[in-house]
């Protein structure tokens, strides 16, 4: 489709004229090949319908789409007639404000995102200013972690938001995908949002209040083996809720009103309390997200919005060691000073928590998960080694002095006395619990394990309980069918 070009409506036109225009859409969606397109345009040139006749209806009626593919081909078409200056391919996402599609703008084929508003909240003056706030805010930021606006504008209470395409899963997928991310690719990634909420925060003193894994997207780099690359690349959207922390008069309209903005799961204490807010709000969401990262859930947790804040303000900062036991403590104490209550026990800025992000990743950290063979068990009282048996003497040596009884004086052996070599390596202290103690080397006794709970000189019980459990249950069975 190109400039000038005539945009139908959907169930205007003939079936076929309307397939023809759907057919970009539908092989984006990954619906159709084109052996399969050129197929049903055979089928369609040949079917009677009704004029007026949408197109979704008919390939939903004929089993071609399922009801929700067809649902979603007349949303994206539905569209197109409100957006003539790109061509909408497919839907990627919907919310409660509006609706995003993979598109390409029609005067240089520039493939975006468009984000448009939901034209029923076109006379909701909240949220057309939050949706305009997004793009002024972003319009004038270039940086390599947030994605770029490309274009914005409306007309008829459409508005939209044509940002960058980024090919590539949010963490939140990530996430779902392998349970929980390695240590140092979650540092890394954090590290790099960081680094874009400094711009925002510096040039143009912006608060973005909506960090989540959702919100941020990552361009995966595909061309090597190592599944979680140190080229991968995090870009941070959905600015909608950005704020100046300057005339912040929507904090005290939404303070009155007992509503809160921002996704609870990783709201700071400040932010849910509806204060002012700067950038240390923004690192606490970080972190919250860095958690959610590293141990694949979130730092706190409820069954209501309502319980999730009172959490946030209430409950004890959580260690994510608690959860993955093999997180470096460097790595946990950073978590948890970002989740800290007050905003000033956190990092100042956001290049001091990059700093700090630094540190943790050069000390390295654990990428593999490591499981106990056996549970662990509350260290007891440590058993006394059983001692060996007296050595057996030389031939024609003289036999070894008796054991000297406790505050007795031993006697040192007569000159020329040959002693057995077991006898004179027990004359040898060893340091055991950074006590001297005069213990025989040979044989070494088997310390049970605290590790495990299982002793590696217990006996067995041997087999007869098990030949007479047999023998019940084999009469109980014969009971039991004879019965």
Same mark, same amino acid.
């Given at each position: 489709m ?5 945009v139908?409506?959907p169930g ?17 969606s990954?619906?159709?090949t084109?052996?399969m397109?050129?197929?049903a345009?055979?089928?369609?040139a040949q079917a009677?319908?009704?004029?007026g006749t ?7 009626e004929?089993g071609?789409?399922s009801?929700e593919?067809a ?11 409100h957006?003539p200056a790109?061509?909408?391919l497919r839907?990627l996402?919907?919310?409660g404000?509006?609706?995003?599609f993979l ?9 975006v995102?468009?984000k448009?508003?939901n034209?029923?909240?076109?006379d909701e003056?909240d949220f ?8 002024q805010?972003l319009?004038g ?6 994605a770029?606006?490309v274009d914005s504008g409306?007309?008829?209470?459409h ?18 995908d392998?349970r929980?991310?390695?240590?140092p ?5 954090v590290?790099?949002?960081a680094?874009g909420?400094h ?6 003193g912006?608060v973005h209040?909506?960090i989540?894994p959702?919100n941020i997207?990552?361009l995966?780099n595909?061309?090597?083996t ?7 690349v995090a870009?941070?959207?959905d600015?909608?809720l950005?704020?100046p922390?300057e ?10 009103t007992?509503?809160?903005i921002g996704?609870p799961?990783?709201m700071?204490?400040?932010?849910i ?12 969401a970080?972190?919250a ?9 979130v730092p706190?947790?409820?069954t209501?919005?309502g319980a ?7 409950e ?9 036991p093999e997180l470096s403590?460097a790595c946990?104490e950073l ?7 007050? !905003? %000033?026990d956190?990092?100042?800025d956001?290049?001091a928590? *990059? $700093?700090?992000?630094?540190? @943790?990743?050069?000390g &390295? ?5 490591r499981?106990?063979?056996k549970?662990l068990r ?15 003497p ?9 054991a000297v009884a406790?505050g007795?004086?031993a006697t040192p !052996? %007569?000159?020329?006395?040959?002693m057995?070599?077991?006898? *004179? $390596?027990?004359?040898?202290? @060893?340091e055991a619990g &950074?006590?001297?103690?005069?213990m025989p080397?040979?044989p070494v006794?088997?310390?049970r394990?605290r590790?495990?709970?299982?002793d590696?000189?217990a006996?067995?019980i041997?087999?007869?309980p098990w ?7 084999i009469?109980f069975l ?6």
């Amino acid at each position: 489709m190109g400039p000038g070009s005539t945009v139908l409506m959907p169930g205007s036109g003939s079936l076929l004229v309307q397939f023809d225009q759907a057919k970009p859409v539908l092989s984006q969606s990954g619906w159709f090949t084109e052996a399969m397109a050129t197929r049903a345009t055979a089928a369609i040139a040949q079917a009677v319908a009704m004029p007026g006749t949408r197109l979704s209806r008919y390939l939903a009626e004929q089993g071609i789409l399922s009801a929700e593919q067809a649902a979603e081909m007349e949303c994206v078409l539905d569209h197109q007639g409100h957006f003539p200056a790109f061509r909408l391919l497919r839907k990627l996402g919907a919310g409660g404000m509006g609706t995003v599609f993979l598109a390409d703008r029609v005067v240089d084929g520039r493939r975006v995102a468009l984000k448009t508003l939901n034209p029923r909240l076109a006379d909701e003056g909240d949220f057309v200013s939050r949706f305009e706030r997004e793009a002024q805010a972003l319009a004038g930021l270039r940086h390599p972690h947030i994605a770029q606006v490309v274009d914005s504008g409306g007309s008829n209470g459409h508005l939209f938001i044509a940002l960058e395409f980024i090919d590539g899963p949010s963490l939140m997928a990530m996430v779902k995908d392998y349970r929980r991310l390695p240590e140092p690719y979650a540092l890394r990634v954090v590290r790099q949002v960081a680094d874009g909420l400094h711009h925002v925060w510096t040039a143009a003193g912006l608060v973005h209040r909506d960090i989540k894994p959702e919100n941020i997207l990552v361009l995966r780099n595909r061309s090597g083996t190592d599944l979680f690359s140190d080229q991968d690349v995090a870009k941070l959207i959905d600015f909608g809720l950005v704020k100046p922390t300057e005339g912040d008069d929507e904090r005290v309209r939404l303070t009155q009103t007992g509503m809160t903005i921002g996704t609870p799961l990783y709201m700071s204490p400040e932010q849910i309390r509806g204060e002012t807010l700067d950038c240390r709000s923004d690192i606490y969401a970080l972190g919250a997200t860095l958690y959610h990262m590293l141990t694949g859930t979130v730092p706190f947790a409820g069954t209501s919005p309502g319980a999730i804040m009172s959490a946030h303000l209430t409950e004890p900062v959580p260690d994510p060691g608690t959860v993955v036991p093999e997180l470096s403590a460097a790595c946990r104490e950073l978590v948890r000073t970002c989740l800290a209550k007050k !905003p %000033a026990d956190r990092f100042a800025d956001h290049m001091a928590f *990059a $700093r700090a992000l630094d540190k @943790v990743a050069a000390g &390295g950290g654990s990428t593999t998960v490591r499981f106990l063979k056996k549970p662990l068990r509350a260290p007891g009282k440590p058993r006394v080694p059983t001692p060996p048996p007296p050595p057996l003497p030389m031939p024609g040596a003289t036999p070894a002095p008796a054991a000297v009884a406790p505050g007795a004086v031993a006697t040192p !052996p %007569a000159p020329g006395t040959v002693m057995p070599l077991a006898a *004179a $390596r027990s004359a040898t202290p @060893v340091e055991a619990g &950074g006590v001297g103690l005069a213990m025989p080397a040979a044989p070494v006794a088997t310390v049970r394990s605290r590790v495990y709970d299982e002793d590696p000189q217990a006996q067995g019980i041997g087999v007869m309980p098990w030949l007479v459990l047999g023998a019940a249950l084999i009469c109980f069975l014969i009971f039991m069918a004879l019965s």
